[in-house]
């Protein structure tokens, strides 16, 4: 299994994902700041792993802690955990995973500073097992609703490289392949990060599952062709009514997704679901910088001086969702209710 990031003695290992797919490198953050980097430089990307990430971020900062006692330890976690709540906006695993670090903080407060730090390693390291658990039930869940064979369509990289292993919407075409179904993948290549030409590709092609890489604009084409039996895709959020968020484009293929008639679904952990967010007008949409889109692989691909914009996000409405796929089960339209009723239900395996 590819290892998106992993805790090690030294810091937090992470495949450097700007040099996929010519480089396979591995890179090391030494100190908390240095994850902060590495989520913000997009070495490690994609909601999941953001928020692994930034738990073993905070436990790396927790550890090399010099405070004597739990009230400047306290003081140093708000320290840390501000500094890797500025990384990314959009995610909101990377706040759930700060929140339950900072939950585990309280709830072992009483106890010796050593013991409270390997606590801290220890959770962080237990989200990491969690995450690719609830990947594979979500496969499991998921896998029923792919077409028994034809084309599926996917937005971005929702896969091993997203999460810590397995993948979300890629989590589950490969358990829909490994139950038999006869599936080719379609990768929109995902300007302009290039994450599914890049990413979703370099792993479908390790793994051996048939891909093939289209640019963006190509995605309608190809669904009025009859090649799309099927869209999943993965979230950075998910708002209480079912709105969602995910890498920009995502919005398009959804509405090119109904008006041929294709099923667009939505595969992510419960940590994506945000229901304190009511709706998707709500979720805070990243802006990253100008030069991901007048430069193409360090060239210049638009005049000096243009403007630009370069949200990194949209959200799709609900009504574009056939289901959400989450490893507590499927939620479906209504979403306010569905994803009220997952929310009370126990982890379904
Ligand atoms: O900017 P990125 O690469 O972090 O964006 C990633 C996405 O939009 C993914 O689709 C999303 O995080 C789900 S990953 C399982």
Not at 58 to 72: E, M, P, R, Y
Not at 196 to 218: C, F, H, Q, Y
Request: charged share 20%; aromatic share 6%; net charge neutral.
């Amino acid at each position: 299994m590819i290892k998106t990031l992993e805790w090690t003695d030294e810091g937090v290992r992470f495949i450097d994902q700007t040099r996929l797919p010519t480089e396979e490198v591995y890179v090391l953050s030494r100190t908390y700041r240095e994850v902060a980097d590495a989520i913000r430089t997009m070495i490690v990307r994609g909601a999941p792993a953001i928020g692994v990430a930034a738990a073993m971020g905070v436990a790396l900062g927790v550890k090399q802690s010099t405070a004597t006692d739990i009230n400047a330890l306290r003081s140093e976690f708000d320290q840390i955990a501000k500094t890797i709540g500025e990384t990314r906006p959009t995610a909101v695993n990377l706040f759930w995973a700060i929140r339950r670090m900072k939950e585990k903080l309280q709830a072992l407060s009483a106890m010796p500073l050593p013991q409270i730090k390997a606590g801290l390693v220890r959770e962080a390291q237990q989200m990491l097992v969690e995450d690719i658990a609830a990947n594979e039930a979500m496969g499991r869940h998921g896998a029923t609703l792919m077409p028994s064979s034809g084309g599926v369509l996917t937005h971005c990289n929702a896969g091993a490289l997203a999460t810590c292993g397995y993948g979300t919407a890629l989590g589950v075409i490969r358990a829909a392949i490994g139950s038999g179904k006869q599936i080719h993948v379609f990768a929109d290549e995902t300007r302009p990060f290039l994450q599914g030409s890049r990413l979703t590709a370099w792993e479908l092609m390790k793994d051996g599952i048939p891909t093939t890489v289209i640019a963006d604009n190509m995605a309608g084409a190809m669904m009025r062709q009859g090649k799309i039996k099927a869209v999943v895709v993965g979230a950075d959020r998910i708002a209480a009514n079912g709105d969602v968020a995910n890498k920009i484009g995502t919005y398009s293929v959804a509405v090119l997704a109904r008006e041929h008639g294709i099923p667009f679904y939505v595969a992510a952990p419960w940590s994506t679901v945000d229901l304190n967010t009511p709706t998707g007008e709500q979720i805070p949409i990243e802006q990253r910088s100008a030069r991901e889109v007048t430069h193409h692989a360090g060239k210049q691909v638009a005049p000096d001086g243009v403007n630009v914009e370069n949200p990194a996000f949209d959200v799709t409405p609900n009504k574009y969702v056939a289901a959400i796929i989450t490893e507590r089960g499927i939620a479906r339209a209504p979403y306010l209710e569905s994803l009220q009723e997952l929310e009370g239900a126990a982890v379904a395996g």
